[in-house]
């Protein structure tokens, strides 16, 4: 499928590689977002606590100290959800045959939807042992966490990872190598794609994150616990369960019968990926959120 598309250079998924020993030690791109991600989403939240403005009563809900041992929190709960959720949600399966495979993160498969509950997870159980009120932390961490969303979807597209279906739109993108090259049934042409990661930056990176941003510093949302999390759980659902239409599902879904790799058949021909079946809970808990948090807030005016 030969198009006029944007073609990739070939780019190593390490940034550096240094052989020591006998093992190879890598940083890789996606490694790179991950901690960028918690480092600028850290240094955002402290900024945000420094602004008593900003929050309900005029007061932040945690001291900038305290949250330093909340990144820490943060950090393992996601690495740890993120891929326990892959384990029991994508591969159950392969790690149920492949034990030993669990803990071997450097080798791929994070999930979103995993990584969000140990997210979530760590910073409940960090607000309980600290006595901290857990909204308007949550809160926080919704906003400031989009920068690493945008940049690990930009990650996803260096790796050729997590990649969009075949497509004829002028702004497709041809990668160089890898089961991302191949068009499917003709297995020596190239194939133009869409560019599912870009649109998940786009969407869940820059758009939400700029939503949440003005809520927060214009609209006053910080004042009412909850609702800057409702808006970044139901954004961020839709966001998914729109870009799934467009992504392609990974090999072990599809089938002869299920080329489209659905999980949940509705009806014949039409169903929905595992993240579409798993992005609508989100967007509904996002806004029963929202509608809680508004009706509390009228309680107590």
């Not at 006998?22 to 945000?48: D, E, K």
């Not at 954004?235 to 599809?254: C, K, M, N, P, S």
């Amino acid at each position: 499928m030969l198009l006029p598309a944007i073609y990739l250079p070939v780019i190593s998924p390490d940034i550096v590689s240094v052989e020591v020993a006998g093992f190879n030690l890598a940083i890789r791109w996606y490694a790179m977002a991950y901690v960028l991600g918690f480092i600028i989403g850290w240094l955002w939240l402290v900024s945000l606590v420094k602004r008593p403005a900003l929050w309900c009563r005029n007061t932040p809900p945690a001291l900038p100290g305290q949250l330093e041992v909340l990144l820490t929190w943060i950090i393992i709960g996601t690495v740890a959800g993120g891929r326990l959720g892959y384990v029991f949600l994508y591969q159950p399966q392969f790690f149920l045959q492949n034990p030993e495979q669990i803990l071997m993160i450097w080798s791929g498969g994070m999930s979103f939807h995993g990584g969000l509950m140990g997210n979530a997870i760590a910073v409940i159980l960090f607000c309980r042992f600290n006595r901290i009120a857990i909204l308007p932390i949550l809160d926080g961490v919704s906003i400031v966490v989009t920068p690493g969303l945008f940049m690990g979807r930009l990650a996803n597209l260096i790796n050729a990872e997590l990649y969009g279906r075949p497509t004829e739109l002028p702004w497709a993108i041809v990668f160089p190598t890898g089961p991302a090259a191949i068009c499917p049934g003709h297995w020596q042409a190239l194939c133009s794609r869409h560019p599912s990661q870009l649109y998940e930056a786009l969407l869940e990176g820059l758009l939400l994150g700029g939503i949440m941003i003005w809520c927060a510093y214009r609209a006053g949302w910080l004042k009412t616990p909850g609702r800057i999390t409702g808006l970044f759980i139901a954004g961020y659902g839709t966001a998914r369960f729109l870009v799934e239409f467009f992504r392609q599902a990974d090999a072990h879904y599809i089938s002869p019968d299920n080329p489209l790799g659905h999980v949940l058949r509705l009806s014949e021909g039409i169903g929905l990926s595992i993240g579409q079946s798993l992005s609508l809970p989100m967007i509904v808990a996002g806004l029963i959120l929202v509608y809680y948090a508004n009706s509390r807030s009228r309680r107590r005016a």
